[in-house]
């Protein structure tokens, strides 16, 4: 299920819900969710590049064409990676001071949270760790509750808890962790992923 109009159309069924922001992908995508919400939107850009590992918002023209189509805060890349283009200093710089809007850092590791706050990021999230060469031992562990928890007590910025959450108790996991807020995915916007754990469970 993808395109603007089922993107918008579970844009409405999350606030429904009780969601208080939504995250989405591309400027088509974000543009109907914002003819439908009034919801905070979590915008991102997935631009894949063969010569570099970083495709969240990595660069500053794709940061600007979701802001343009109705983005409220920005998501990109963190981590420390290979990345055509600016630095992530002078990215998350630019995009706050060029479109006014909040840079919304999506980490792997304690590391890329640290620094991206250090750099200005207005939230750190753990939506990479699992996902990166580094962490991908972590994919199958859940929540990284240890990250969310580590990085809640040394830095001041807030800690968005995000990646493989399935369950509504891992969020209260979360929030005890030091989490400031949880988006939640796949478990909710993927029928056939929710389906297939239904569908496994039966038949262990």
Same mark, same amino acid.
């Given at each position: 299920?993808?395109?603007?109009?089922?993107?918008?159309?579970?844009?409405?069924?999350?606030?429904?819900?009780? !969601?208080? /922001? @939504?995250? $989405?992908?591309?400027? &088509? *995508? +974000?543009? #109907?969710?914002? =003819?439908?919400?009034?919801?905070?939107?979590?915008?991102?850009?997935?631009?894949?590049?063969?010569?570099?590992?970083?495709?969240?918002?990595?660069?500053?023209? !794709?940061? /600007? @064409?979701? $802001?343009?189509?109705? &983005? *409220? +805060?920005? #998501?990109?890349? =963190?981590?420390?990676?290979?990345?055509?283009?600016?630095?992530?200093?002078?990215?998350?710089?630019?995009?706050?001071?060029?479109?006014?809007?909040?840079?919304? !850092?999506?980490?792997?590791?304690?590391?890329?949270?640290?620094?991206?706050?250090?750099?200005? =990021?207005?939230?750190?999230?753990?939506?990479?760790?699992?996902?990166?060469?580094?962490?991908?031992?972590?994919?199958?562990?859940?929540?990284?509750?240890?990250?969310?928890?580590?990085?809640?007590?040394?830095?001041?910025?807030?800690?968005?808890?995000?990646?493989?959450?399935?369950?509504?108790?891992?969020?209260?996991?979360?929030?005890?962790?030091?989490?400031?807020?949880?988006?939640?995915?796949?478990?909710?916007?993927?029928?056939?992923?929710?389906?297939?754990?239904?569908?496994?469970?039966?038949?262990?």
């Amino acid at each position: 299920m993808h395109g603007p109009v089922f993107m918008a159309a579970m844009a409405q069924a999350a606030e429904q819900g009780g !969601a208080l /922001a @939504l995250r $989405a992908n591309g400027p &088509a *995508d +974000i543009a #109907a969710i914002r =003819a439908v919400s009034a919801l905070p939107i979590i915008g991102i850009l997935k631009r894949w590049d063969d010569r570099f590992p970083v495709y969240i918002t990595p660069d500053f023209a !794709a940061a /600007a @064409l979701i $802001a343009a189509a109705g &983005a *409220d +805060i920005i #998501a990109l890349d =963190a981590t420390d990676r290979p990345r055509d283009g600016e630095p992530l200093g002078v990215l998350i710089a630019r995009i706050r001071s060029e479109l006014g809007k909040p840079v919304f !850092a999506d980490c792997a590791t304690f590391e890329d949270g640290v620094r991206a706050a250090r750099l200005g =990021a207005d939230y750190i999230a753990t939506t990479l760790s699992g996902y990166t060469d580094e962490t991908a031992g972590l994919k199958a562990t859940g929540p990284d509750i240890a990250l969310i928890a580590a990085l809640a007590g040394t830095i001041s910025t807030p800690i968005v808890a995000e990646g493989r959450f399935e369950r509504p108790e891992q969020l209260e996991t979360a929030f005890a962790a030091g989490a400031h807020a949880v988006v939640v995915g796949t478990a909710i916007t993927n029928p056939r992923e929710i389906t297939r754990r239904f569908v496994t469970h039966a038949r262990a």
